[in-house]
């Protein structure tokens, strides 16, 4: 008996398969691009709506702040959102505490009273614009907080304690809100975010290192491919911050991220100096350059063909492996050319030049082998017993942090004496919608454009909120009802927040609508009033606008002028600042310096940003070499060698205190003179000294060759 034939799928069977097929793909797809804009909007309003359904059973007296605050902290993951609630809730104590201070110092004099916050909003401006990070969000709290609180108090100082719990309570509410509904409801966790931008850090690097190697990057592309890790270094900060906050990120993993961007910046310096020295090599005269570049790049080709292969452990190893032998059968060659006589002998730049590049070379093996250990630990989610580096610091210019809240204490007061000359009680609203946005903005690297879009929504939303306040929310009944007739309005803004193009108008939407069409316990429709509210809160923003396109225009985050004294005064620092965690400092604040450079850059920077960039990783390459010869002057005894590199280390000091011609050529002349003191106790050293002395020569010689490009491009109008 034959076995029953299986039975063929007909036409419409497989049709409808494949269309379900299809149609799960698309559902898929559209789940994770468009499909988590709008869950992020549907948790925005769930926490909204929430916490104004509570304020009202609770009967608060500003409903609407607990909304406004679930709307600020409307972010992409759980973690950011908790990371913001945190610090909201820590700048609002804060600014309450502040604002009950400066009442009972001021209560009948309301010129000593905005005096009094206006210093208190300009200090906590430019706390915020040094820190720029979530922290930052603390100090611009509790800066506007404490004007929220103390101007509505100027008539009634009695009722300041009222206020700052009322607030207090309000925006305590809305943190419980937005942190549970971000938290539970299709949570999207921010861990898994910085897991990405681990790997794609580790992928990009490691591409860029293999088309360096194999000359497929014009020197602009490598500036701006340096100048792209500054931010990715910053952002992978940002992201581990955020992610602690979360439950199920383990804490171990914040040690391992700090060290994995420490180590990232360690390999990222070696090579960029390995790059520059073969830059300069090839840029040289062919005589001097072409016998060190023929014992030098194969072992580049080596390494650029070891970098396609994954790069395991026992990879690493191997490559060392064949890094060693290829270095021991060029200084085979060396010697073997030295002794022959028709040969050309080889000079002693040119052994300089071969030796720096093969401790180079060791260096960035041994520090690719220490990153990628640590990218395969945070990958593989192994423990690792690393050493704390210490976290990623941010460094603002100086100017920059006095600027802002310089800013922001000016437009305060003026906007005070505008409602004293007005006497138009809605001024009120002005003067607190300026003074939140010149503090918000004081971070952003292009504010202008930031509180522009902000601006821009206000416009948008003052003709829809007039709309929805009396034509929808005005028939509103119930609960439900007031829902479905404010719904639309705030959905448009939640949903313009999810772009990175448009998100600054969608917070102006929410935040405008938030402050107006959300009714009060005891309502009233009052056509002028609302009309004198909408144009009130419209005129803070654009005075926020004017005030920084007029007060110090230049002195914002990231300007170039700025960013390039720092760098100068940063690699000052390295000569002279503490040695305490100098090299990790030193790297963390000439990052951070280019990090903001590249946000206020945009995409393609220009031609003078690119010099600032220059100048910034020449100074980068100089520091490292400076605070390692620092090292080997402390663990060395008194003898000719340390006094020599001692002078180095003074006499670079003076060129970068005031750079001039005489300061720069009395600097190189003191490296020659150290080079020759370590190559005169060569031969006498033991092998552990002698390793120790080839390290100098190397840092050195890094220090000549990079003083030398900085003497040469004149880039000294920044030196502070």
Request: glycine share 6%; charged share 15%; hydrophobic share 50%.
């Amino acid at each position: 008996m034959n076995p029953p034939q299986a039975a063929t799928p007909t036409p419409d069977t497989s049709a409808a398969r494949g269309a379900m097929h299809w149609l799960a793909a698309e559902a898929k797809g559209w789940f994770n691009t468009e499909g988590e804009r709008w869950v992020f909007v549907a948790k925005t309003m769930l926490a909204s709506f929430s916490a104004l359904w509570l304020a009202f059973r609770l009967g608060l007296d500003a409903p609407y702040t607990a909304l406004a605050t679930t709307v600020i902290l409307a972010l992409p993951s759980s973690g950011m959102v908790l990371e913001k609630a945190f610090y909201r809730f820590l700048g609002t104590l804060v600014g309450c505490a502040a604002s009950l201070l400066l009442v009972a110092l001021f209560p009948q004099s309301p010129p000593l009273l905005f005096i009094g916050v206006a210093v208190w909003i300009a200090l906590c401006t430019g706390g915020a614009a040094m820190h720029r990070n979530q922290q930052s969000y603390s100090f611009v709290l509790a800066g506007y907080t404490a004007c929220m609180i103390a101007v509505p108090a100027i008539d009634s100082p009695d009722r300041v304690f009222t206020l700052a719990v009322t607030r207090v309570t309000e925006v305590g509410l809305g943190i419980i809100c937005a942190a549970v509904v971000h938290d539970v409801v299709f949570p999207r966790r921010h861990s898994r975010a910085v897991m990405r931008t681990v790997q794609a850090r580790y992928a990009s690097f490691v591409s860029f290192c293999t088309q360096v190697l194999e000359q497929r990057l014009t020197p602009a592309e490598t500036e701006l491919s340096h100048l792209k890790f500054a931010a990715d270094i910053a952002a992978l900060e940002s992201g581990r911050a955020a992610a602690f906050f979360e439950a199920d990120h383990p804490r171990s993993h914040t040690r391992q991220l700090h060290a994995f961007n420490a180590a990232f910046m360690t390999v990222l310096t070696t090579f960029y100096t390995l790059h520059r020295l073969i830059h300069r090599l090839r840029g040289a005269a062919p005589r001097h350059a072409q016998p060190v570049l023929e014992l030098v790049e194969p072992m580049h080709a080596h390494l650029a063909l070891a970098l396609r292969d994954e790069l395991t452990p026992q990879h690493m190893a191997s490559m060392r492996t064949v890094l060693a032998a290829d270095i021991a059968a060029a200084r085979s060659r060396l010697a073997e050319a030295e002794a022959t006589e028709t040969s050309t002998p080889v000079t002693r730049a040119q052994q300089i030049d071969f030796d720096t590049a093969v401790e180079l070379l060791e260096r960035y093996a041994r520090d690719m082998e220490a990153f990628t250990g640590l990218y395969h630990g945070l990958a593989q989610e192994k423990r690792q017993q690393v050493s704390d580096p210490g976290s990623y610091t941010p460094k603002t210019p100086p100017a920059i942090v006095a600027a802002s809240g310089f800013r922001a204490g000016v437009t305060l007061l003026l906007t005070a004496s505008a409602w004293y000359w007005l006497a138009w009680p809605f001024v009120g609203n002005a003067i607190l919608m300026a003074t939140i946005f010149c503090a918000l903005a004081s971070s952003s690297p292009r504010p202008t454009a930031l509180v522009q879009q902000v601006l821009i929504g206000f416009l948008l939303a003052t003709p829809l909120a007039f709309v929805s306040e009396f034509f929808l929310v005005a028939r509103a009944n119930d609960f439900p009802t007031l829902i479905v007739a404010a719904l639309p309005i705030f959905v448009l803004g939640s949903y313009l927040m999810t772009s990175p193009r448009w998100a600054g108008v969608g917070i102006g939407i929410c935040m405008f609508c938030a402050t107006l069409l959300v009714p009060t316990n005891l309502m009233r429709y009052d056509v002028e009033s609302f009309m004198s509210s909408e144009l009130s809160l419209t005129m803070g923003v654009a005075v926020a606008y004017l005030m920084f396109k007029v007060v110090l225009p230049e002195h914002t985050m990231g300007q170039k002028d700025h960013v390039a004294a720092a760098l100068w005064r940063e690699a000052q620092g390295a000569c002279t600042a503490s040695m305490y965690r100098l090299k990790r400092r030193f790297d963390n604040r000439v990052r951070d310096l280019l990090s903001q450079l590249n946000a206020a850059s945009g995409p393609a920077p220009g031609e003078a940003a690119r010099a600032v960039v220059r100048q910034g990783l020449t100074l980068l390459e100089l520091g490292h070499a400076v605070i390692e010869l620092r090292q080997l002057i402390a663990g060395s005894q008194p003898g000719p060698v340390p006094a020599a590199l001692k002078l180095v280390v003074r006499e670079l000091a003076a060129y970068l205190r005031a750079p001039s011609g005489a300061s720069g050529g009395t600097a190189l002349q003191s490296i020659l003179d150290a080079g020759a003191s370590v190559r005169a106790a060569l031969p006498s050293a033991t092998p552990e000294r002698r390793l120790r002395l080839q390290t100098a020569l190397t840092d050195l010689h890094s220090i000549y060759t990079s003083l030398l490009d900085q003497i040469a491009t004149g880039e000294t109008d920044h030196a502070a």
